[in-house]
């Protein structure tokens, strides 16, 4: 079944040629356009309609439907709708919530072919089938696409234990990790490890609204050893508006992903306290020294080059400069650090979930696991702040908390 899927892919994806450099794909080149996608299906009964071979194609289903999961699925659907490659249908499980008018999210986003309250205004392509219930959503796929809040992914893949389709294939979309008694867990290898499945990653510099009205903008996939499998998620991501490259380096690709919100919450604090581009940018630059340093102190395999990546400095970028985190951490500052981020991000995310706040607590626990807070200031300092141990000004205040050891590649000893 595998092989058969894979020489097609090949045969169908000339441009992906090997490089032998570090950043080992050129993006997937798009030559069709991806709009006026238009496939008919059954609306959610499990339209079966442009099947060749059951075994022959990836048959895909988006676990979450958020702002982000619902982006990947419009994405997904031009795809699945034009490649033989993949099945026409992509099944969309959605975390069933009543709407204000009465009806269940699922229902209207199948009748109206828009996520109204995740992704209001937006198609997501006639072929994506909202499904409310999570082991139907699953059963048929071998492409299972993991994009829900870091907090719930365990407790689905719980769900999903002896439910999926033997051979499946997963990714992670998801940013953040998890922190156990033996120390960090991805959430791809929690997803691995769960459901006894590969699991790579796809990050980047990613604001769903932006992809959603088809703004030019880049992806990375990280895999851990089957490129050609990586290469399948890139094609099946992959728009003339998204391109998608692959890279060997998935705790790389996941951390900087992960990482990258702690750093947006310092980003917004500094726009709180009304702190200027300087301050900025010199907080991404700290942020993306200790990103880089926790990542390989955590794991040696990773890549310098992945840094570079959309996943890596173009991540950090967008998201200290327009992300959820950077907002709510900026209306934090705003309020002197009197109104709790869970109050800012009700009222201003209107159930949207903020992870840099998670996140921070996450890499706090590991850095007092470990004694590394002295080498980590900005990460720590973030982290104190949300709990309100520290005041939001503190976030420009800690150069006296300057690592002193040089085990910090990068670090630059200040002088004043
Ligand atoms: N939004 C973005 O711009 C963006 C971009 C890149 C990556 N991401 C990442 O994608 C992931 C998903 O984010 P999103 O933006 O799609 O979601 P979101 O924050 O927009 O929405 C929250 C989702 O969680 C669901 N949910 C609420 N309670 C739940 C429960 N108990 N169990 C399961 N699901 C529940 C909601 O139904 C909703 O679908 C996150 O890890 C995020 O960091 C987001």
């Known amino acids: 079944m595998v092989s058969s899927f894979f020489s097609l892919f090949t045969c169908m994806a000339p441009a992906m040629e090997e490089r032998r450099d570090a950043i080992e794909e050129a993006p997937v080149p798009r030559a069709e356009s991806d709009r006026g996608v238009s496939v008919a299906v059954d609306g959610g009964g499990g339209s079966d309609r ?15 439907s958020g702002n982000w999961g619902s982006v990947a699925a419009k994405l997904i659907a031009s795809n699945a709708a034009k490649h033989p490659m993949f099945h026409d249908e992509v099944r969309m499980w ?20 828009e996520n109204c309250k995740y992704l209001p205004g937006i198609k997501l392509g006639v072929n994506v089938v909202a499904d409310p219930d999570l082991e139907n959503a699953v059963k048929e796929a071998n492409m ?44 791809s290898k929690l997803i691995s490890d769960m459901l006894g499945i590969n699991c790579c990653v796809l990050m980047g510099a990613n604001i769903a609204n932006e992809i959603a009205v088809e703004k030019f903008s880049e992806a990375t996939v990280g895999y851990r050893q089957d490129k050609e499998v990586a290469q399948r998620w890139a094609r099946l991501f992959g728009t003339s508006y998204f391109l998608v490259s692959v890279v060997q380096d998935v705790e790389g690709v996941e951390l900087c992903g992960t990482l990258k919100n702690v750093v947006a919450i310092a980003a917004g604090l500094v726009d709180g306290l009304d702190m200027g581009n ?8 700290i942020g993306l020294r200790e990103m880089r340093a926790f990542s390989k102190l955590l794991f040696s395999s990773v890549r310098d080059s992945t840094f570079f990546e959309s996943c890596g400095v173009a991540d950090l970028i967008t998201t200290c400069l327009g992300g959820r985190n950077r907002r709510v951490a900026e209306a934090f500052a705003r309020s002197g650090g009197k109104r709790s981020f869970d109050e800012l991000e009700a009222e201003l995310l209107q159930g949207q979930k903020l992870q840099g706040v998670s ?38 205040e800690y150069s006296e908390h300057s690592p002193n050891v040089s085990i910090m590649e990068g670090f630059t000893q200040h002088y004043y």
């Not at 997963?170 to 033996?182: D, F, H, N």
């Not at 301050?279 to 991404?284: L, P």
């Not at 720590?380 to 709990?387: A, L, P, Q, S």
């Open 359 to 396: 996140t921070a607590k996450e890499v706090y626990e590991v850095l007092s696991n470990r004694g590394w807070q002295g080498l980590f200031p900005l990460f720590t300092t973030v982290h104190e702040i949300c709990v309100g141990e520290l005041p939001p000004t503190a976030i420009v």
């Open 94 to 113: 959605v975390y069933e919530e009543t709407l204000p008018n009465g009806e269940k999210l699922s229902h209207t986003i199948n009748q109206t072919n």
């Open 144 to 187: 299972l696409v993991f994009v829900t809040p870091h907090q719930f992914v365990e407790g689905i893949c719980k769900r999903l234990v002896g439910k999926i389709r033997p051979g499946a294939e997963a990714i992670s979309l998801i940013k953040g990790m998890e922190v156990k008694m033996e120390g960090p867990c991805m959430i």
């Open 278 to 285: 300087n301050t900025k940018a010199a907080i991404m630059r």
């Open 50 to 64: 442009g099947a060749t071979s059951e075994q022959s194609y990836g048959r895909v289903a988006v676990i979450g």
